[in-house]
């Protein structure tokens, strides 16, 4: 991704919604976010996006959920899933669902960052 572009931040908490979004405003990007695959979903269809950034264990839907609809819309559509809890999922569950990269927490932000550059 170059400067200036859109990244949606689906994240159920707030405080580490509101750190993903001045970490990356703070080296470029323009950044949405949303609480739940829902409200996602509502960004998505309403604004254009370049990536999203996605918890996977949220309230109303989770980040599998949302990223299956993505997915269906636009296979191609770059999506990175983070998660606290990456041993509750099979890892045949997460590349079946075609993203780009699956981050644990706490995230690196270096890390983050140079992935975000290289999609």
């Known amino acids: 991704m170059k400067n200036g572009s859109t990244i949606l931040v689906v994240e159920d908490e ?12 703070s080296n470029g990007y ?5 609480a739940n695959g829902a409200e996602g979903l509502e960004v998505l269809r309403t604004l254009k996006v370049d990536l999203a950034i996605v918890d996977l264990e949220m309230p109303v839907m989770d980040g599998m959920e949302f990223t299956k609809w993505v997915k269906e819309i636009n296979p191609n559509f770059p999506l990175i899933i983070v998660t606290a809890h990456a041993s509750s999922y099979l890892p ?4 079946d669902a075609n993203v780009n ?7 690196q932000m270096d890390e983050l960052i140079k992935l975000v550059e290289r999609l």
């Not at 707030?14 to 405003?25: F, G």
């Not at 990269?101 to 995230?107: F, G, N, R, Y």
């Open 92 to 95: 045949k569950e997460i590349l």
């Open 14 to 25: 707030e405080i580490y919604r509101l750190i993903l979004k001045k970490v990356l405003e």
């Open 30 to 34: 323009l950044v949405l976010d949303a």
């Open 101 to 107: 990269a699956l981050l644990s927490k706490p995230l």
